[in-house]
């Protein structure tokens, strides 16, 4: 099963942080107002309105944070239902639950983890094809570019496994399985040569990669990367 990616946390803190900012000016001006007509005008209408508007500025903040609090509870659990449910492997319904989510604006901004998700499920339903779309929709999310190259790697596509897989190791050129997946697609393209250079660049920033080490061996003999240390 694939591990489903956490929901965007960075867009959720700009989003609170904005609406911090904006909140403190506001209460700031309101406080400022109250003051001056409390102490000029001690009793007056404009005082008097200056208090209602704090008191409605404090009101609103603590029902929205209590709002924002809720929300973000269910949107966790939401994901932990659909984590569970691909899990058990009932597809469609984790599909249901998924849709659920791309509701929300943060996901309507960012719908990468959710696409990559629904993309999970079409493909434990069988259906590669649309999997594929929802991966290639997913962009540069690292999570679908691995998918897809595994996808397109197990439907013998193997140039266009190389081609995502290639923006993975980009992204991330440190992780191992990800490099060894690339030189296992350019193998099975024909591309010992750029193969073989990707492990020993590989190698040379982790020297003491036994997995590395052992698939450099296996292309420099001709034959294709391994995941199993023991052959």
């Known amino acids: 099963m694939k591990r489903l990616p956490h929901t965007p946390s960075w867009l959720l803190?700009?989003?609170?942080?904005a609406h911090g900012l904006i909140a403190a000016g506001v209460g700031y001006m309101a406080g400022y107002a109250a003051v001056i007509y409390m102490h000029a005008e001690?009793?007056?209408v404009r005082s008097l309105v200056a208090v209602f508007a704090i008191g409605a500025l404090v009101v609103?903040?603590?029902g929205f944070i209590a709002y924002l609090i809720m929300r973000r509870r269910k949107m966790r659990r939401l994901w932990g239902d659909a984590s569970a449910l691909i899990k058990r492997e009932q597809w469609e319904a984790a599909r249901i639950t998924l849709q659920q989510l791309l509701g929300y604006p943060e996901y309507r901004l960012a719908p990468a983890p959710v696409l990559f998700a629904l993309g999970s499920c079409h493909e434990g339903q069988g259906n590669d094809r649309e999997a594929m779309v929802l991966y290639r929709r997913c962009g540069e999310f690292p999570a679908a570019l691995r998918a897809r190259g595994l996808l397109q790697l197990e439907r013998g596509l193997n140039e266009s496994a190389a081609e995502a897989l290639r923006s993975l190791v980009a992204r991330r050129p440190d992780d191992t399985f990800s490099t060894v997946l690339l030189a296992l697609a350019l193998v099975r393209s024909g591309s010992?040569?750029?193969a073989q250079k990707l492990l020993e660049r590989a190698l040379e920033r982790r020297p003491k990669s036994e997995m590395l080490r052992m698939n450099l061996s296996r292309v420099e003999k001709g034959e294709e990367p391994s995941f199993d240390l023991e052959t």
Not at 13 to 17: A, C, F, G, P, R
């Open 192 to 194: 010992h040569s750029a």
């Open 42 to 44: 001690p009793g007056s």
């Open 60 to 62: 609103f903040e603590v």
């Open 13 to 17: 803190v700009s989003l609170h942080l």
